[in-house]
């Protein structure tokens, strides 16, 4: 199968990113031929505000570039990964143009969500979800604290919305997990246009042994990451176990400060993907409180690839990922106190958490290599060549 694949990349690279990059490997890797094409949010400085405002809503560039590409090869699908903000919904209409089918995934809810994430003030916030016009993250400022961008971004959602956009011109939608599913129903996207299919690692790494006698948190360091509960947990004299920290963020200064005044807290920075995954073998548990409604973290998926147990916060994908007493533990997201209770217990009863090492290796080999998804991402792509032949034979 030959496959156009579209992505916007982050001024952070994040589990997006590797995400894309994980799918272009796999399917080349099992013989189909993927060709990425690529804008970086860093274009952004030279293209200026006003510009990339309007590129938000509709980019002729972007059109007349996917146009042209799939005018002259020869694809079978475009596979959208992330559209915002240079690609624009645009491009949607030029594969509509060519006949091509589209697919497209669900990382995030920027379709329904301002600020993509359902998080405002510390806590989850659904004021948006099923409102034509999103007109509560422009109150909010919910997209980089502007009103200014936060009315261009709810005036894409909302145009696209009236034009039909979003239910007319996608064929099939990829979620990561049926609880995401179940919110773009809600959202307004069409049911029957949704199907599930998780993240993966491929190829899979070795699992480790455990035994480094620290934790581990990786990712973003953002409120929404569970970072502030994070770090107060951790200031508990009562926990003896060493945390490593990963990753970069707006609240970096703020791990970096904490790190200096806590002995027990270091910040390693970024780190590159093996280092991560070498770091990850060795600790005793991964740490993930976030606090958002997370498509299906990376990381979670990598620590239990390595036979590493994970103590999250119940909420979104985690709340069924992570199996209790299996692959790791749960607590309320937020809840410092309880966080701490668990910390503090299993810094001194490792045992307990290294029994489930198994558990989780086992958890990543049921669900999460790249031998069971590429069957189902052809899957996804032969779904939505039938959906665009249909819909094209009813319009005569």
Known sequence: MRVLMLHNRYLVPGGEDQSTAAEVALLTDYGHQVELLE????????????????????????????????????????????????????????????????VQTLRNYRLMCVNHSFFRDGRVCEDCLGRLMPWPGIVHACYKDSRMASSVVAAMIGLHKMMGTWANRVDVYVALTEFAREKYITGGLPAERIVVKPNFVHPAPLAGTGGGGYALFVGRLSPEKGIPTLLEAWKSPGIA?????????????????????????????????????????????????????????????????????????????????????????????????????????????????????????LSFESHYTGKANVDLLLAVYCKARQQQHTGATQKK
């Open 39 to 102: 804008h970086d949010n860093r274009e952004i400085e030279s293209l200026g505000k006003a510009r990339t405002a309007a590129r938000t809503l509709w980019s002729s560039d972007s059109y007349q570039r996917v146009h042209s590409k799939l005018r002259d090869g020869q694809f079978d699908v475009m596979h959208v990964q992330n559209f915002f903000p240079l690609w624009s919904p645009s491009v949607y209409y030029a594969a509509a143009r060519r006949g091509i089918p589209v």
């Open 241 to 361: 176990l060493p945390l490593r920290i990963i990753g970069q963020g707006p609240l970096e200064n703020s791990v970096r400060a904490v790190a200096a005044s806590c002995p027990r807290i270091q910040y390693l920075g970024s780190r590159s993907p093996g280092q991560v995954l070498d770091t990850m073998r060795q600790a005793e548990f991964l740490v993930f409180p976030s606090e958002w409604y997370e498509g299906m973290p990376r990381v979670v998926i990598e620590s239990f690839a390595v036979g590493t147990p994970v103590i999250a916060a119940n909420l979104g994908a985690c709340a069924t990922m992570v199996v209790a007493g299996t692959n790791g533990l749960h607590f309320p997201p937020g809840d410092v106190s309880r966080l701490r209770q668990l910390l503090e217990w299993h810094a001194s009863n490792l045992s307990e958490l290294r029994a489930m090492r198994h558990g989780a290796r």
